[in-house]
Structures are given as structure tokens and as C-alpha cells.
């Protein structure tokens, strides 16, 4: 890091600086709190422990079921760690001081969604096998469900970051950010899961696959901008 | 000002408040007129007048409502979503009251086209609910718009509130033909379409004219309530300017 000259005016740093910087500031935080970390993983397994409980606990009946129950989960998941993006950021004004730095805001937002999807998103997908076995997914569909789940929960940190960009100033966030995100979601869920069902049934999955990953680059090029643009939004307040 | 002449005055005095009350004041009852008889007459010519259809007997005549609903729904949803942008662009106070009083109405005819969709269902494929992808994207329609007036109900601040639902009404905009076609896609892997309306020859001139003047009809409707909720809109935040404060004098 460059970060410190002792002259007035700003250092120069990269775009792949700032984005590294974001970065590993975003991972030093949060392995300090751990518990934020794993929270969204056990919520992730209690959800899909809810289904044989609620539903039946035949196997033949969950194995079809496993497919969306996963997504749903892995969607739920997400949605739940969204809403603490930004919130310590704005509670103690460095949110404040990013707005203000001369950065592109478009790098460090796509930089601390992308870190924060490491630590919830990439943790699901690592942890679905788990889930499918507990649900009787056939082996066969254990590879569509780790790929469609690689490619589609970035986008659902993407859209998710635009909710939580624009609740970040109110105190009761939490149910409202659902209620805004969830209708967006909609899409990744229908792709993810048929990807699964396409996996398990031995259909050829590349066209869901091909799918997910055109959501994903439009949320890539579009997402960040909302985010920048409802964190200025909600920080003029 | 002489390169700007291809647009009339009146148009550009729309982004004033104040002006704005005076034109939608002086537009608003040729549109109530307009909005009574349409509707009025649609309703009688397409209840009484208009031909049963031989398949469905006179339940197919909810067409008349659902249809206008429907589309008017979505219209709703473009309004405030181009009102959104222009309020972000342009900062327009105006836009941002717009888009704050089309939501509602939008939603409440998104609501209306789902229950008439849902009473004509019944007699039709022989439930009330049906996961059909116009169904359900006419649902995550209405829940898009119940998410902007749940995030603008939220928002203390007048201007922030508009400003964050403009964003939502947006990135929902960008959405809506994924959604809509990622749920046409889903509907034809889960569900065969065994409930389909059977396939009818093109309608004929005496059943679409009167579904003409009922869509019509609602769009001066849509137009009448948007005025009025918006005048109100306006009253209300300009409630401290001085030319608020003589026209409740006056009155």
C-alpha cells in the first residue's frame, strides 16, 4: 500500500490497489467478528433441517423437494447477512468518509459486495453438499447445485447490496430490505433450481448455467451503480 | 430561449408545483368527463351489448375489467419508473410526487387484475389460482410495487423517500422482463400448460371495440386519480409557500 505520502494531496493508488485495499479491509473486519461470519451458515442449516420436520421425512419426497429447498435456503441466507453490509460502516461514518474520498465509489462498493459474498455466498455453496445429503439429492446433482449456486449467489449479494444500500439510514431495515430484494430474486431462484433439477434428471444444465452467469454480468455492470447511487441517497439524509 | 421553442411553454411549467396545480386543475375535469363516459358506456356495451362468446358463455365479459386493469398496471409501473428518473436526473419535485402518487393506484390495479383474473379463472380452469407465468408475474408485479411504497412510507424525509423508491423503481424496471421472461421459461419446465384458455379465432370487431373503450376508459381514470392524488401531494408539501397559503384563503 501507497496509502501514506506525507504530501497534501491524495496518493495515487490503482484501481487494483483500491480494490485490494477494500478488500482486505472488508476480511480483517469480519474475521474479527466471527460470529457474523457463521451465523448465516447455521441459519443455512436450519432452515433445511425445518423441511423434513415440516413437510414428511421420506426420502423419495425430499429428494424431489431438495433441489428448491437448497436455493431457497442459500437465498434466505443470503438475505439475512445483506442487511449488515453497511450497516457498522455507517454507524461509525467511514461509510461517510468513502463517499467523500476521490476513489471511485463503483470499485470499493464492487469490492466489498464481492468480499462480503466470499465470506457468505462462496461459504453456502462450500456447504450445500451437506444439505443435499441430508435432503437425499441424488449424487448426480450434487455438481449442477454447487455450480448454479457459484454463479448465482453473487448476483444475490449484488441485488441484495442495493436493498441493504437503501435501508442502511433506518433503524428497522431488517424486514423492509426483504421485502424490497426478495421480489428481484426471483429470477436466480427459478434458474438455480432448474439448473439442479436439470442435473438430477441428467439433462444438460449449460443453458441455466449460460443464464446465471448472463445475470451475473448484468449485475456486475449495473448493480454497483445502483449501490453507489442509493448510498449517496441514503447518506444525504 | 429560441432553440428550446419546439416544446410548449406549458410543458416545462409542469415542473413547477405550483404551475403544475394549475394545469392539472384546469385538465382535470375535461379527463373526469372523459373517464365517466367511457367507462359508462363501455360498461353498458360490453355487458349488454357486446355478443357472448361460444365457448364461455357471458363469463368471458370480466375481460372487459381484467384486461384494462392489467394493462394499466403495468403502465403504471413505466410512469413511475420514468417519473423516478426524471426526478433523479433532473431533480424535479414534481417527478417525485408523481412517483409517489402512481404507486398506489398502479398497485391497486395490479391487485383488481389479479382478482378478476382469479374470479374468471374459477368458471374457466376450474380454480382460483393457477401458477400460470402471467399470473405469477402479475403477483411479483405487485409486490415490486408494495416494496416501493413500503420503502417511501419508510423514509422520513420527503426528498430522500423519493429519491430511494426513484433507485427501487428503477433497478424493478431493469428487472421486469427477466422476471417476466424467467418465469414464462419456468412455467413451460414444471407445468405442462394443461390450463390454457382455448385457443380462439382472433376477436371479432364487436367484442374488442368495447374492450377498446373500456382500456381507454381506465387510462383517463388512471389520469383523473393520478391528478388528484398528486394535487393533494402537492398541496401538502408546499403547505409553507405563500401561493398555498392565499389559494386556502380563497377557498
Known amino acids: 500500500m501507497t496509502m501514506k505520502t506525507n504530501s497534501g494531496q491524495p496518493a495515487e493508488i490503482g484501481m487494483a490497489g483500491l480494490f485490494a485495499a477494500t478488500w482486505r479491509r472488508e476480511f480483517l473486519l469480519s474475521f474479527r467478528r466471527k460470529s457474523d461470519l457463521v451465523n448465516p451458515l447455521i441459519f443455512f442449516l436450519m432452515v433445511a433441517t425445518l423441511f423434513p420436520l415440516g413437510v414428511s421425512p421420506e426420502p423419495g419426497f425430499l429428494s424431489q423437494l431438495a433441489p428448491g429447498v437448497v436455493w431457497v435456503a442459500a437465498l434466505l441466507a443470503t438475505l439475512l447477512s445483506m442487511d449488515a453490509l453497511f450497516r457498522s460502516d455507517y454507524e461509525d461514518g467511514s461509510l461517510e468518509q468513502l463517499l467523500l474520498s476521490p476513489q471511485p465509489l463503483f470499485v470499493v462498493v464492487l469490492a466489498k459486495v464481492l468480499a462480503h459474498w466470499v465470506m457468505t455466498g462462496l461459504a453456502l455453496t462450500l456447504m450445500a453438499p451437506l444439505l443435499g445429503l441430508m435432503l437425499f439429492l441424488p449424487a448426480e446433482g450434487m455438481p449442477g447445485l454447487m455450480l448454479s449456486l457459484l454463479l448465482g449467489t453473487p448476483t444475490l449479494s449484488l441485488v441484495g447490496a442495493i436493498g441493504a444500500a437503501l435501508t442502511v439510514g433506518l433503524k428497522k431495515g431488517g424486514v423492509l430490505i426483504s421485502l424490497l430484494v426478495l421480489p428481484l430474486y426471483i429470477p436466480v431462484l427459478i434458474f438455480g433450481s432448474s439448473a439442479v433439477q436439470a442435473a438430477v434428471t441428467g439433462l444438460p444444465l449449460g443453458g441455466y448455467l449460460a443464464l446465471l452467469g448472463a445475470l451475473l454480468a448484468l449485475a456486475l455492470g449495473l448493480a454497483p451503480l445502483a449501490i453507489s447511487a442509493a448510498l449517496r441517497i441514503s447518506i444525504s439524509s | ?251
Not at chain 2, 80 to 91: F, N, Q, S, T, Y
Not at chain 2, 114 to 142: E, F, N, Q, Y
Not at chain 2, 168 to 194: D, M
Open chain 2, 1 to 251: 430561449m429560441a432553440e428550446k421553442k419546439w416544446m410548449p411553454r406549458w410543458f416545462y411549467q409542469l415542473a413547477s408545483p405550483r404551475w403544475c396545480y394549475q394545469i392539472t386543475g384546469s385538465l382535470l375535469p375535461w379527463f373526469t368527463g372523459a373517464a365517466l363516459l367511457l367507462l359508462i358506456g363501455g360498461t353498458i356495451w360490453s355487458l349488454a351489448f357486446a355478443p357472448a362468446d361460444y365457448q364461455q358463455g357471458n363469463s368471458f365479459r370480466i375481460i372487459y375489467l381484467h384486461v384494462p386493469s392489467a394493462i394499466l398496471a403495468q403502465s403504471a409501473y413505466m410512469l413511475m419508473a420514468v417519473a423516478g428518473a426524471i426526478g433523479l436526473i433532473w431533480k424535479m419535485k414534481v417527478a417525485d410526487m408523481v412517483l409517489k402518487s402512481a404507486a398506489p393506484i398502479g398497485a391497486s390495479m395490479a391487485v383488481l387484475a389479479l382478482a378478476t383474473g382469479a374470479i374468471w379463472g374459477k368458471p374457466t380452469w376450474g380454480s382460483w389460482w393457477v401458477w400460470d407465468a402471467r399470473l405469477t408475474s402479475m403477483l411479483i408485479l405487485l409486490f415490486l410495487y408494495l416494496g416501493v411504497m413500503a420503502l417511501n412510507s419508510a423514509i422520513e424525509n420527503e426528498s430522500t423517500a423519493a429519491q430511494a423508491s426513484a433507485v427501487l423503481a428503477l433497478v424493478g424496471l431493469v428487472n421486469i422482463p427477466i422476471i417476466k421472461y424467467s418465469v414464462e421459461w419456468w412455467n413451460t419446465l414444471h407445468q405442462p400448460a394443461t390450463f390454457k384458455l382455448t385457443e380462439k379465432p382472433a376477436m371479432p370487431a364487436e367484442m374488442w371495440l368495447p374492450l377498446l373503450v373500456m382500456v381507454i376508459g381506465f387510462y383517463c381514470f388512471f389520469a383523473v386519480s393520478l391528478m388528484l392524488r398528486l394535487r393533494n401531494e402537492i398541496i401538502w408539501r408546499e403547505r409553507r409557500t405563500g401561493w398555498v397559503r392565499e389559494l386556502l384563503k380563497k377557498q
